[in-house]
């Protein structure tokens, strides 16, 4: 096993000549650390529990392996079977995954294919017919073909289930169960996942055997260069801060693109709608789409052809956009964990990427999920012409009783104060698109100097209340290039040029 992965190169991990080509091709210089650290020991046989923040290489950390093993392997896999099977839980993981595969397995002779739903079973029932080296699946089409007799689980010896906690979150356990049941005994088997519960960990016993654990900061599941930032804010001032930070995102790089989540698909449609006639291209890619429109929307995105693209959350997984610098939820995410995957769409290797959080009085609770699961506290954004008060003093449980506004569905009409636009009528996420004007500016994370916080809330580093440092100090430095949407903010709100 590679013990210190910072000066380790591919050359020392075993890869075979072919696959070290496909590497340089690729662009990786050098493996990142899941990568030094699985490689090996796939190389070697051993079964894999691998827990990694998204966006560290966790693909190339089981294809490159898997792959050279099946290189080596030499024989042809019988008609309707499959050597290796890669489990991911959308569509949209599974492409890119294939496109990964695509592209290392360029000087390999390996065959691979795609089976998911939404498009036709016909050419995966085809492609499946004459064997594949690798099949890349979300659990219930796979089920679906094999329980139509269009393929056999005879022939796999590798397993990857790939993102094994949104799997679990989405309800495929009952699938995996069942492909696993018809899988042989003798195989190799590589779990990943981003986080660790003991969910998690429950189907992990029950899949690898005696496996290598891979564990990449476990108790840290957000991805240290994302600079996150929390705007408290009205549900109808949503879209009037979302317009005001894409513009600012914009205004100097052409190619500045932002991905935005709403909770719903309505929601995600409606707002990519009203972006598109304020000038901003915006597409939106949920479950409801084909999967023809949806990839439509993700190229449209990749090229710049729009500038925003407004997702839900399953149909998120998997996306990975070159230099995608902005991530911004505009809803709150219902699962704390569900935050972790989403703000992993930025920073993809080893790049910066800015994470920034829309939370509304009614979304509280969820905010106090979200740092509760990852260990820390948001900053306050320095510069939100619309901030609200409201939801600021409610976080700093100076505010309304906390119990009220557990879910959005619990909350009580509220009355905004000091001159605040709201009708204290409860809106949702979805109809949260009227005009209004700004609120107050923020005086700092609850509007004072971090009074009835919890202690483990005002910590000087967290940018908690108005005596703490500014929030976006580290990352401008960090960046190091022209300045960006939080330099600019912090310029605005210190009166200093970024
Ligand atoms: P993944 O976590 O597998 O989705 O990978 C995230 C991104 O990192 C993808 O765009 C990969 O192409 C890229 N990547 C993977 N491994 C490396 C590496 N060793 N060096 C640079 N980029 C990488």
Not at 60 to 74: N, R, T, V, Y
Not at 290 to 311: D, M, P
Not at 440 to 458: D, H, I, L, M, V
């Amino acid at each position: 096993m590679v013990k210190d992965t910072k000066n380790v190169s591919f050359e020392d991990l075993h890869l075979s000549e072919d696959i070290l080509n496909a590497v340089k091709s690729a662009g990786y210089e050098k493996p990142s650390p899941i990568q030094a650290q699985a490689i090996p020991a796939i190389l070697e046989g051993r079964d894999i529990f691998g827990c990694a923040q998204t966006g560290t290489g966790k693909t190339a950390a089981f294809a490159l392996p898997i792959m050279q093993k099946l290189e080596s392997g030499g024989h042809y896999p019988k008609p309707k079977q499959f050597r290796a099977l890669i489990l991911a839980p959308t569509r949209e993981l599974a492409e890119q995954i294939s496109s990964n595969i695509a592209v290392y397995g360029k000087a390999l002779k390996l065959s691979h294919c795609k089976v998911y739903g939404g498009v036709s079973q016909n050419p995966q029932v085809k492609a499946l017919a004459a064997g594949q080296d690798i099949v890349i699946a979300t659990p219930g089409r796979l089920l679906d073909l094999f329980k139509q007799k269009k393929l056999s689980f005879e022939g796999v010896e590798y397993l990857v289930l790939d993102e094994a906690d949104r799997m679990l979150d989405m309800g495929f356990l009952p699938d995996i169960r069942k492909i696993c049941s018809q899988l042989p005994a003798k195989r190799q088997s590589l779990l990943f996942s981003a986080t660790l519960s003991p969910e998690i960990q429950l189907l992990a016993q029950s899949i690898v055997v005696n496996p290598q654990k891979i564990m990449i900061s476990p108790d840290k599941p957000t991805v240290d260069k994302i600079a996150q930032r929390v705007c408290f804010v009205e549900s109808e001032n949503k879209l009037n801060l979302l317009e005001h930070i894409l513009r600012e995102h914009m205004q100097d790089d052409d190619d500045a693109i932002a991905l935005i989540f709403t909770r719903t698909k309505h929601g995600a449609n409606k707002l990519a709608k009203k972006l598109s006639s304020m000038g901003i291209e915006a597409d939106a890619i949920h479950g409801n789409k084909s999967q023809s429109a949806r990839q439509g929307a993700l190229n449209r995105f990749k090229q710049r052809e729009s500038r925003v693209l407004v997702a839900t959350d399953i149909a998120a997984r998997g996306i990975d956009v070159k230099d995608m610098t902005l991530v911004i939820n505009y809803d709150m995410p219902e699962e704390a964990e569900t935050y972790v995957h989403r703000i992993g769409r930025t920073a993809r290797a080893e790049k910066n990427g800015e994470a920034v959080s829309f939370c509304s009085p009614q979304e509280v609770s969820l905010l106090r999920a979200v740092e509760k699961f990852i260990k820390k506290s948001l900053h306050l954004s320095l510069d939100n012409p619309f901030h609200s008060q409201i939801a600021a003093d409610m976080m700093a449980g100076k505010r309304g009783k906390v119990a009220d506004y557990q879910r959005p569905s619990a909350v009580k009409p509220q009355r905004r104060q000091g001159g605040g636009q709201g009708n204290g009528k409860r809106r949702s996420a979805d109809d949260s698109f009227g005009p209004s004007k700004p609120s107050r500016k923020p005086k700092g994370r609850g509007g004072q100097s971090g009074e009835g916080q919890k202690p483990s809330r005002s910590k000087p580093s967290s940018s908690r209340g108005a005596g703490s440092k500014p929030s976006g100090e580290s990352r401008g430095k960090a960046k190091g290039k022209k300045p960006g949407f939080w330099e600019k903010m912090k310029a605005k709100a210190f009166g200093k040029k970024a």
